[in-house]
C-alpha cells in the first residue's frame, strides 16, 4: 500500500533592506576610499601636470630660469622614473626638464634592481624652450646588474 505523506512548510521569510548602522556606517566610506586610491595611483591632475612638462636638451633651456635639481626614487622602469621627475618639474612651477643621469639601484632588501633618474627642473618663458619633447632629450634605461645565481661561488659576483 502507498502512503503520501503532506510536507508542512513554514511560511517563507521575506528578505527585508538592512540599513548598515553603528560603527559599519562609519568605516564604509574610509574602506571604499581606501580601495580606490590603491586602485588609481595617479590622480587626474597629477597625470595632467606631468604631461605638460618637455623633455629638453641642455641647449635648449638657455634663457630659461632654472628651478631646481629632481630626482626620482628607484622605479621598476624608466617610464615611472620619468614620470615622478616631470611631477616634481611641475610642482616647482616648471616647463621643462633636463634629464642628466640615469643609474640602476637597489629596490628593496632583495637582488631586485630599478631605475633612478635624476634632472633639473626649468621653467621658460613664453617663446623660449622646445614645444614638443624630442627622443634624444631621454635618458635611455641604464643596463641592470644581472642578480646572484644560487650556482654561483661568493666570489663570482664580484
Known amino acids: 500500500m502507498l502512503k503520501i505523506y503532506r510536507l508542512k512548510l513554514k511560511p517563507e521569510k521575506r528578505c527585508t533592506k538592512r540599513r548598515i548602522s553603528g560603527p559599519s556606517a562609519a568605516l564604509l566610506p574610509v574602506v571604499l576610499m581606501s580601495v580606490l586610491l590603491l586602485n588609481a595611483c595617479v590622480s587626474a591632475e597629477d597625470q595632467v601636470a606631468a604631461n605638460s612638462v618637455i623633455t629638453a636638451l641642455p641647449q635648449e633651456v638657455q634663457g630659461c630660469t632654472f628651478l ?50 635624476s634632472g633639473r627642473a626649468y621653467r621658460c618663458p613664453e617663446g623660449l624652450g622646445p614645444k614638443v619633447e624630442k627622443p634624444q632629450a631621454r635618458l635611455s634605461s641604464p643596463e641592470l646588474p644581472t642578480p646572484p645565481s644560487v650556482n654561483m661561488g661568493d666570489d663570482d659576483w664580484l
Open 68 to 117: 631646481g635639481n629632481v630626482d626620482s626614487r628607484s622605479r621598476a622602469s624608466i617610464g615611472p622614473a620619468r614620470f615622478e621627475l616631470k611631477l616634481q618639474t611641475a610642482a616647482l612651477g616648471g616647463t621643462h626638464l633636463v634629464e642628466t643621469l640615469a643609474f640602476p639601484q637597489l629596490m628593496g632588501a632583495g637582488w631586485d634592481f630599478g631605475t633612478v633618474l
